[in-house]
């Protein structure tokens, strides 16, 4: 079976992460499956980068569990990953870069002098990326051309010197392999048979396509950290469409600058990580308030704080659902995995503007900066919605704020003609007057609450099963841990454990129906969290009365491997 | 076309500012540059922060957005960047401008966005029963100093001047006729125009009778084009100067930001699957 972990570990800067990428996008080119999962140091030169690609011919569903192969450009990459490598994993490191590694006995150990043919045969030092990349071209039999393509696209606009350097990198790496490492390993790549219409995109880059997709007209953000590269992959393309981006002074400025387009008739839209969106709750209140549709994503990163910047947790889900004041309805989104970065995030501006209300979308470092191949077809059949606008015979006589059916009322815009109204935070009737009557406030909070209900129908469909449909073992995860909790449910099935998992898309509201009937026949129930407390367990407990119930939590900024899920359904089959 | 009478730029709803407020000359000269200036009211939007001066745009028969405290300039952005064609009338008091939203002014100013931005400043908080503000003087006694205000008060006029505000002037509820005449010059103002409004606070911090001792027109000789003289002007502490201070000519932050889109939309529209192909 063809299914290998490569992880490429080296000092950050130094091309680590574009190495990766370059032998992500080539194996995806030769119609392989990939799955990525990267860290970084916080600093911008300096400090420890690497870069982890799985690659298989069938579906992937996590970044694996051990390394198959690491490539370690220096000592401090083979001390921090060394320990994850599989007994007889291939170690493939520089030998100019650190003398031969203790652990070379547990392993199969290549060392090659990357530096030296580098330096000496290029004349480039950095070109000791690619010479890697030619190294393990030849050794997995990864087809070279797919490298070749790749070094042209990315090399020939800076000029024939540097393509053809790098060209000659490739082909060194290649052939040093060739002649001088004797392959004792069983690793390699059998070609793939069906071909693919996949592309290769990061989960930020998939979200903010998904954007663009679903009519997003101004974006507002502030830099932050993993979210940033929303907002720089938007000033690029949001332009080309008519649309508008804006860095603002501050995230208080992004979230006030989105409810200002939106409120005068545009899809506004903003993107930030934990910090921004505490400064943002005060302004979610007023879009609830008044009505506005709005989305705010979170690329959640461990806190509290500045925490871990570059290190992924699912810490935020109590600041998405309950932070603010008042009783404040809001919509809140989990994405699961790239694909659904697309999706889900058109979901999130359809139920924005259907509904007139701030939609929180929880991302995290994980899964905004990881690579995966997804079907063309994913992107197809893309369904827009557009918020309610009130008929002429509305606008004589008109209430911004119609008590209706679905909570939902007409909305109109600077330029309609006799839809005058004052947006306010203060508490208002359907006319949009304000309103201090106890009465009033008890009338229109329901209003706002409504809108809610309606969306749980919706909730309860969006949510998934994995594995058996009413499991004895059950195990409920959210958000990008999806992938992972799937693979051990695939795994345990393999081993006939009774085992499913259901994993919702909307969090609030929450999918109570779907949850009661997934766990009907369960003795136990596994809610794995990558945060210290458990959040969502809390959040499932307010919703379903079910005991007992195994937390797995890990908050150490790293995602869960399925290995760890797997584990915890032995354990908890063992003692239940 | 028919005229646009002045009655019909008010609402119904009774303003719930103290008798004798400044507020209610400041509201009365805004329909006054609206009726002037023959404004559709369709097409514009009031948008205003916390504190009394937050509740003008119901009393005003346009479009109208009542935001939190201190961030009318962020909304009014969002506003313009999402339709152009509006014209955006910002207000707030002085707490709301120079406190709690004091860190928009700068950047609002030196994006140039086009609109108008009244603060009605009346050197204290109201709303919360009179409480030093920014434009508080220093020994001013209050709720929350009771011993005497020790923090030096900003100046309006510089702070505009200094972040690259393009029109800047002062004006007084007590002067109509002046304080009319400025906003329409105000919107008619391509690009960020900033009016500090003197609009004195009956209730807590009555300042009628001081402010005419220290009232003076800008001078009449006074190049409102020459930044180091408006700034004299702005810095001098006998005379509480009012007119008009500084006036620039630059493109407008939605003139740039929409040349951006043209530029870039005149390449063509970029096919969905084109864009995808990138990934592969």
Redesign the interface.
Known sequence: MNDIVFRIGGEGGEGVISTGELLTRALARADYEIYTFRTYPAEIKGGHANFQVRVSDRLLLSQGDKLDVLLAFNQEAYDRHFKFLKVNGVLLYDSDSFSTPPGINSCIGYGVPLTKIAVEQIGLKFSKNIIALGVLSELFNIPLEKFEGLISEKFKKKGEEVYTKNIQALEAGFDYAAQHVKKVDSYRLEPVTHKRDVVVMTGNEAMALGAVAAGLKVYAGYPITPATDIMEWLARELPKVGGVVVQTEDEIAAIGTVLGASFAGKKAMTATAGPGLSLMTEFLGLATMTEIPCVVIDCQRGGPSTGLPTKTEQGDLNLALYGGHGDSPRVVIALTSVADCFQGIIRAINIAEEYQMPVIVLSDQYLAHRMASVERSNFESVEIKERLRPTPAQLAGYKRYALTETGVSPMAIPGDVGGFYTATGLEHDEAAELSFESQNHEIMTEKRHRKLRMLEKTSNEAAKVYGLEQPEIAIIGWGSSEGVIREAVERAQEEKMPVGALHPKLLKPFPTQRVQTFLKKAKVLIIPEINFTGQFASLLRAHVSFEPIAQLNKCGGLPFAPEEILAKIKEVRKHG | MAEIPLETYKTD?HPVWCPGCGDFGVLSALYKAMHALQLD???????SGIGCSGRL??YV????????HG?T???????????P??TVIAVGGDGDGFAIGG??I??AARRNLDITYIIMDNETYGLTKGQVSPTSQIGHTSGSTPYGNVEAPINPIAFAITYGATFVARAYSGKPKELVDLIVKAVQHEGFAFIDAISPCITFYDTYKMIPKKLASVPETHNVKDKAEAFKLALDTEHLYMGLFYLESRPTFEES??A??H???S?G??K?DD???A??
Do not use: D, Q, W
């Not at chain 2, 028969?61 to 939190?68: D, E, I, S």
């Not at chain 2, 300039?73 to 339709?83: E, F, T, Y």
């Open positions: 709803v009211p369709t097409k514009m939007v009031f948008v745009p119901a028969k346009a479009y109208g957005f009542h935001v939190v961030r300039l962020p909304v009014s952005m969002g506003v313009k960047l999402a339709n064609e509006l860190g928009h700068p950047h930001v929409m951006t889109v530029r870039a939309e390449k529209m970029p969905f864009i995808l192909t990934y592969r």
